[in-house]
């Protein structure tokens, strides 16, 4: 065997092995920020990242960005929803996060860095022994999370009074690509809106842009929305 052909061989078994290499799951951390926070969940060993979401005249609707440490926690996390004309900027300081205009305290931590409570509002978080919230209560409310075996977040159940919101989430197939996925919302067992999106990956199987349609079933006719997502990501 020439030289040039065990170069190619070499390459080809490379390859080989890291297709076959299964993808970093989902850290409690990230799966239940996501949850809360209402963004895409992300893969691996994440600096810094942002999350917007463009509507169908190319304007920006939301946007959500946020700087991890080493270890995976939130040092900083920045929502702005432009639609409503609201956000907020928040800031890890010891066990809680800020809010990095007034220094007001709005969220307490447990553990490394993951979600105990919402002072203001009087919800509170309990996790698993994973260290995955599966629980929220507050005075009149109660939520139930569910995940996969990678820590992807499946959806979840919210109970407030007699009005009973159900969300389920049915990602891809494949591993790789678990941002590709379809859900459906029922309020009191009624079709609520269903959710669909599409993606591309990076090669830490992290979306990089993705293709998002929205139905609202609440309305006759049903209204359908179509938005764009564009992520930055960088890694450590």
Known sequence: MNKHALVLLLAGLLAGCDNTTAPLS???EMASF???????????????FSQTLFNEKGEVAKRVSGKLSAEGCFDSLELQDLESNS???????????????????????QGKCQLAEMPASGISWETDDNG????????????????????????????????HLSIQSTPSKDVRKRMDYSAVSMLNDKPLGNVTQSCDYDRHNNPV????????????????????????????
């Open 209 to 236: 842009s993705c293709e998002l349609t929205i139905t609202d079933d609440s309305v006759k006719p049903a209204v359908e929305r179509k938005y764009t997502i564009k992520n930055t990501i960088e890694y450590y």
């Open 26 to 28: 989902f850290t409690p």
């Open 87 to 109: 956000g907020i900027a928040l800031v890890l300081d010891a066990n809680y996060y800020l809010d990095a205009q007034t220094q007001q305290k709005k969220l307490r931590l």
């Open 132 to 163: 995955f919230i599966v629980s929220a209560h507050g005075k009149d409310m109660d939520v139930k999370y569910r995940y996969d075996t990678d820590g992807y977040p499946l959806g979840k159940t919210t109970v407030a009074g007699d009005q």
């Open 34 to 48: 996501s949850n809360e926070f209402d963004f895409d969940p992300l893969r691996g060993p994440v600096k810094d």
